[in-house]
C-alpha cells in the first residue's frame, strides 16, 4: 500500500488536516495515510524544516509527503512537486523542503495543471485543494510531468549555521521538543571535528557542562545534561523535567562549545 | 477500502478514540480510519455540527462518519444511523446531524438492534458500545434496516442564523479556529446577496473593515483582515497572530454588515 | 491487515511518533497502524499502564501494542516482547505491562537480536530503534523466538491497592482523564463487595456523596456525582466542567467509602 506522511501547522482542533485526508482518499482509498506533526508552531518553516529533514529518512521509498506551512499562501509563492531519487514532497516552494540536496533531486515541478486540483481552487487552503489531490494521484503512479512545468530553483530557508571560531564553537538552540528538550544546531559530526578529543565545556545561559551523556537515564535530577540526540544533533536535557521551562531558555539560544586544557 | 471518519469530543490524552478504533478494527480490519477532529470542545454539540458539515463532503462516497459529541449518552437521546445519497452518519441524535437536508436523507435509523452493539453497553460510552460497532458492521456491508427501526425526526441544534435589517446585516461569530480566526455565521452567499457590489463597511468589536481581502498573505501585521475562508464563510483574522486573543473576541461577539455610500 | 497500536508519552508537537511509523511501514506497508494515546504525562509509566490495560482487550486477536514510556532508556532495563494467549506487547520491562496475567502470558523476550533492530541503534530512542522495527517483524509474521532470549520476570509497578478496614474502603484517585474527571482504583467488583447492597457515604475532598449514578446525564450542574466509568472503575464528575478543577484535586487523593446504617 502506498504511504503518504503529512506534516502541518494545522494543530488538532481544527477539520483541516481530516479535509486533506478526504481529498487524497477520495482520489485513492487504498492508501496508508501517516502524520509526521501537525503541532509546528503556526506558521514556522524552520520548524517544519527541522521535523522533516529529521523524519523523511525513515520512511519507505516511494512514500509521499506532503508538508502545509504555508503563510504564503495565496500570494506568488509557487506549489510544487520534488521528486527525489527515493520520495515525492508536495507543498509550498518556502523553503520547507530545502534540506534536500541538489544531487539528491531528480526534478522540481510547478504544479500548475489544474486537472489534478481541487476546484475552484481556494486562495486560503492550498492543502486542501492543491496539495491533496496532487499527492493522492501521485500516489495512483500520475507521472510528475503530468502536474506542470519543470523549474529550477529551489527556495532555501536561512537555518543558523554553527560559527567556528579559533577556540570555541559558538552554535544556537533551533528547536524544543514537546518534552523541553534544547536542540542545537550543532551535529555530532562538527562537534567532533572541534573537540578532537580534547576536554571542553559547554555552556548555555547559566549552565555548563564538560562531558557528553550517552543516555537521559544518566542525568541527575535538576542537572542539566549535554547528549547528541537520535537524531545525532546536541541537545541540552533535565531529567524528569522540561529543561527550557527549568533554566528559562528559548530557540535562538546561544550555545558556545569551548576547549579546555588536557 | 471502506473509509471510516471520527469526530469526538474525546481529546488526546485518554484512550477513549483508540479504543473505538480497536472496537472497529475487531470487526472489520480492512478500514482505513481517519480523524476528523478529536479537539473539539467538551460537550459542543454546535463545533461539532460545524466542523463536520464542513468536512464530510470531502469524502469519498460510502464513507461511514462517526460523531460522538454526547452530553445525553445514558438519558432518553436515540442513537441513530442516517443514510443519504451519498453517506452514513453514526451517532446521537442531539442536532449534530442537523445540517444534512431532508432531500438529500434516504433513511434515519433508531440504533436498536443490539445484536450489533458491543455488550454489556454502557451508560456512559456509546461511542465504544454502540457506535463504533455499528459503523464497523456498515462497512462489512450490513444493511442498514438491520440495526434498528426506521423513525423520522432528526432533532436539530439552533445555530444562529445572520439577521437582514434595512440597511445592515448582523452575524455573529460562531467558531475560533486553532489559528485564532474568528469564523462567523455569515456566508459568502448572504453576503454578496445583502451587499450587491456597494461599498460596505465591517464591524466587529473596535474593528473596522471596508473590504474583503483574497488571502492571508494579504494582511498586513497587526491589522484584522475580513476574507472568506475556505469554507466560504465571513472570517476575520490577523497575520501571524491569534485574532481572538488580539481583539479579545469569542464565540457569540456580534458582526456587523453596513452598506455604505458609493 | 495487520493491527499495531502505539501508545506513548511523546505528545502530538514531536515527529517521534511518525518517525516510528515511518519504521514500521518501512519493514511492513500492509499494516494499520492505530493510536491509542501520546498523551501519556512525560514519564508516567503508571499511566501508560492504566490506559493499556483498560484498551488491549477492545482490540482484535493478534495485534501488536507498541508501548513506549520509557525514563530508562540506554539504561539497563531490558526491552521485550510478551505474548500472550491473544496479543503481543512490544517495550521496555518497566512495569508498563505488569497488568498482563501469568497465566495469559506464553513468552516474555529479552529482544538481543540486533538483526532486527534499526542499526545503529541510539541510547535515547529504542521506540524507533527497537520497538518500533520489532513490531514490523512480528506483523509480517517472524516467530517471536527470533527476537532474543526467554526471560522469566516480567517488571511489575506498585499500584496503588485499594485498603479495606472493617467499616471503610479507602481508595485513591490514579487518573485524571481529559475531561477532568477523577478515576479512582476502586473496581465497581470491590465496590460491590464491600457494600452489599448497604447504604453508603463516599467522600473525597469537601464532597459528599451516597448514590452511584448510572449517567453523566443524570448529573445535576455543579454538584459532583459519583459513577462507575466504562471500563467500571469508580470515577468522581461534574457536569460540564473538570471535576478535577473545581474540586482542586489530583492524581493520589485519598477517596473513602463508609457503610451506613440502613
Redesign the interface.
Known sequence: ???I?L?TD??????F???M???I??IN????????????K??SILEAYF??K???K???KG?VFVAVVD?????KRKPVLIQTNDYFFVGPNNGIFSFLESHDIKRIIHLTNDKYFLKPV????HG??IFAPVAGFISKGVSPEEFGTPIKGMKHIEVPKPILEKDKLLGEIIYI???GNLISNISRNIFDKFTRGSEFEITIGKARMSKIS?????AKVESPIA?F??FQNLEISIK?ASCSEKLGLKEGEKITIKKTAN
Open positions: 500500500m502506498k504511504i506522511a506534516l494545522f494543530g488538532y482542533k481544527d477539520n488536516v481530516g479535509v485526508k478526504g481529498v482518499l477520495s482509498p487504498q492508501v496508508n495515510l501517516v502524520d509526521i506533526s501537525h503541532g509546528i503556526p506558521q521535523l522533516l529529521n523524519s523523511y525513515f520512511f519507505p512514500t503563510p504564503g499562501v495565496g500570494s481556494s486562495s486560503t487552503f486542501r485543494d521538543d514537546g518534552f550517552s543516555s537521559y537515564a544518566e547528549l540526540d537520535s524528569a
